[in-house]
């Protein structure tokens, strides 16, 4: 049986077609334009296949409220004229299929849990570190949406004593997270890309303890059993077992579980296992569970 995947961002659409468990058979991609010229060149592609189902990962932020009448909507994008725009009721009306949509890192989260690093544990926290920092949370084997969806990208920090740029670049907060230590907030800081700088650089000892905060704050709140960091930055490898030193020296020993030992925490805080296809694999399992629950 065939499903869809469409990873919806905001520069490019990459559609495909795969099954249940992840596998993906065909694929296309498209620059993403205007609404109506992008979803025809989506449905004119995935539309050739008898798809039973399409998932969609998608950039946002979005209304994942199912009681909504935006429900499946895009809400306020920089692309203005995707704002508002109703990404799921168009895709389900002009295929003719169930389809289920999820924030594209939320699908990449669901990925990790059931085919990835996460596989056979209820639990499991998925950050993206790139162009934005973004997460998703897994608890009970579900992801967790609660009032909208979690914002972790945006949690604030404690600023580092040596930090030249401690308010950050978030047009939204002083000394969050994204603002500290996404991709722009390194070249910022330093004027320089990160992926020029070699790993004795000291903005990777800066990198390394915010995002050794976020994962103390995620231990401490959501407590999940495994924490998987992925995206652009996170290719900088070096950066694992400066972030896990560091996570057990700000824990302190209070957290009660072997898991974030000095001794076994390189197994708890580790890169995707299912790499760059995280996404894609994402959108083939929301499409699959689309087919059980969406009542089409
Ligand atoms: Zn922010």
Redesign the pocket.
Known sequence: MLIGALEAGGSKMVCSIGDSQGNVLQRASFPTQSPGETVAQIVDFIGRFGVKALGIGSFGPLDLRPSSPTYGCIMRSPKSEWSGFPLLRELRTALNVPCAIDTDVNAAALAESVLGAGKGLNSLVYVTVGTGIGGGIILGGKLVHGMVHPELG?MLMRPARNDSMPDGV?P??RG?L??LASGPAIEKRWGLSSRLMMPDHPAWELEAEYLAQMCVNIILTVSPEIIVLGGGVMQQAHLFPRIRQRVVNLLGGYVASERVSPERISGYIVPPALGVNAGVAGALLLGAQALGQDDF
């Open positions: 945006h978030c939204f907060h969050c994204e603002g």
